[in-house]
């Protein structure tokens, strides 16, 4: 058995004499095919970028690393076991031989085969092995070239793995994305308006938090948009749900004051009660009196659409006819069917869709791309 010696190759960390930083940051993301933002956390760091070399393949990756300003050095040989049969290293006995040959050689008009070793007189073909000398030397500078060539497309497979997915930033990002929510929704309730700008925000704290953490790759940025937009979502929801909370308030307090306007009002809801049993009993009549009393817009009683009339009849003429009984509903009874119910009947989500219009899409479009290009690593312009 022989030794075969292998190399890695390892960046120091170091940039070359007359090189400049953003220069050699430039020069690897070229090189590597990584973003400029990748590119900052490899120069400056200590990294194996290749493994497993042998001498001369070695010496054309490190020629290239430092050709952009790259400090680079071997890493200790590493020695593996290979049969000798298939040795790419003369044994001691080969070496003195050839030694010998060429000594001789060097002597006389002599050279010796680089393939098979033999000594011969100076020829354009060996007479051993029958290698043209010229097509040899040119295929070993092809070999060479070749072996540069694959520096670019394989210096940096042993790189970190940007899309790996990242625990820490997720984290980050979902803490963000849930102080976001509640900040929407102290924003909206302080200033009884809800802010489109503030999904945007939303979304950029959450991809931001994640690239701090060192977010990278599709899977990062899927997640911290998703994160995005179920905290803009949340958010609106507990908005809406906390002008809700606020609005039962005011009609508790309502109840307990003693408003004369309400009273008012409930005091003539009763009278037009009375009357409305006393002289409507068809819809003429009944068309006469939504003019008198402005339940309608309409100018004239021939006027009034039909779908105005079925409301009435579905909505108001139960109400009038419950005032007008021997039994009417109290004031606090009076106050709450006419207010309470009507926000009772509302669910967060019916009010989150009639609030939701164009503007509420586009920043929440604009939060959910800007989580996804900062928590992938993609640059934020």
Do not use: H
Not at 268 to 280: P, R
Not at 328 to 349: C, I, K, R
Request: proline letters at 3%; one cysteine or more; aromatic letters at 10%.
């Amino acid at each position: 058995m022989n030794e075969e010696v292998t190399y890695n190759i390892v960046i120091s960390g170091e940039i070359l004499v007359g090189f400049e930083l953003a220069q050699v940051q430039a020069a690897a993301a070229e090189l590597f095919k990584i973003t400029p933002e990748q590119a900052s956390k490899v120069v400056g760091s200590k990294r194996v970028v290749k493994k497993g070399l042998d001498q001369k393949s070695a010496q054309l990756y490190k020629q290239k690393l430092e050709s952009i300003g790259l400090a680079t050095l071997f890493e200790p040989p590493m020695v593996a076991d290979v049969p000798s049969s298939m040795a790419l290293e003369p044994t001691d006995e080969e070496k003195s031989a050839a030694a010998e040959q060429q000594k001789e050689a060097s002597s006389g008009n002599k050279i010796v085969c680089p393939k098979c070793n033999l000594e011969q007189d100076e020829a354009e073909q060996c007479s051993g092995c029958g290698v043209f000398f010229s097509k040899l030397k040119k295929a070993e500078q092809t070999e060479a070239e070749a072996q540069s060539d694959s520096v670019e497309e394989d210096i940096y497979e042993e790189e970190v793995d940007y899309n790996s997915f990242n625990k820490n930033a997720i984290i980050a990002a979902a803490v963000a994305a849930f102080i976001g929510a509640l900040l929407w929704k102290f924003i909206a309730l302080a200033f009884n308006y809800e802010l489109g700008i503030v999904a945007w925000l939303i979304g950029g704290a959450g991809g931001y938090a994640a690239a701090v953490f060192g977010s990278r790759g599709q899977i990062s940025g899927i997640i911290c948009g998703i994160l995005a937009l179920l905290a803009i979502l949340g958010g609106k929801y507990m908005a809406i749900s906390g002008f809700q909370s606020e609005w039962q308030e005011t009609l508790a307090t309502l109840s307990e004051t003693d408003s004369q306007e309400l009273k008012d009002a409930y005091q003539n809801e009763l009278v037009l009660a009375k009357i409305y049993v006393s002289e409507v009993n068809d819809d003429t009549s009944m068309r006469e009196f939504m003019i008198a009393y402005q339940y309608t817009e309409s100018g004239t009683a021939e006027s009034i659409p039909d779908e105005d009339l079925t409301y009435f009849k579905e909505s108001t003429e139960p109400v009038l006819r419950n005032m007008a009984s021997s039994t009417p509903p109290s004031y606090e009874q009076w106050l709450q069917a006419s207010f309470g119910d009507q926000v009772a009947s509302y669910s967060t989500f019916d009010l989150m869709q009639e609030s939701f219009g164009l503007i509420d899409l586009v920043f929440l479009l604009l939060g959910v791309v800007t989580a996804f290009r900062l928590g992938s690593g993609e640059s934020g312009d």
